[in-house]
């Protein structure tokens, strides 16, 4: 089983980044899938989620109509595009595969930095 991120890296205030998760070992199109990030100090905090047929989203207020979650089931591949970033959304991204009876799955992270 892996989750690979992709996508992470320096970007300006205002800037936009898309970050890839490509999955593998494991039945994709059955997992909830979400991304995470991680700022130091503080808890790892729930960002986006997306259901397994992608027909349902769902974000935390501080992204909401800045961050779209999106996935390809044919790919095994999910996305997070980040529009008009931050410098309250730099931390470490990462995606994780979730079923319904607690089979969970962590990728190992792309870092966000939001910074002029």
């Known amino acids: 089983v892996q989750l690979v991120e992709s996508g992470g890296g320096l970007v300006q205030p205002g800037g936009s980044l898309r970050l890839s998760c490509a999955a593998s070992?494991?039945?994709?199109?059955?997992?909830?899938m979400s991304w995470y990030r991680q700022i130091p100090g503080k808890e790892r905090e729930l960002v986006a989620a997306?259901?397994?047929?992608?027909?349902?989203?769902n974000y935390v207020d501080s992204v909401k109509g800045r961050f779209t979650i999106s996935r390809d089931n044919a790919k095994r591949m999910v996305y997070l595009q980040m529009n008009s970033l931050k410098p309250d959304d730099t931390g470490v991204y990462s995606c994780?595969?979730?079923?319904?009876?607690?089979?969970?799955?962590w990728g190992q992270g792309t870092q966000v930095t939001v910074s002029s």
């Open positions: 997306i259901t397994s047929d992608g027909g349902r989203t």
């Open positions: 994780k595969a979730a079923t319904w009876w607690g089979q969970v799955y």
């Open positions: 070992g494991f039945t994709f199109s059955s997992y909830v």
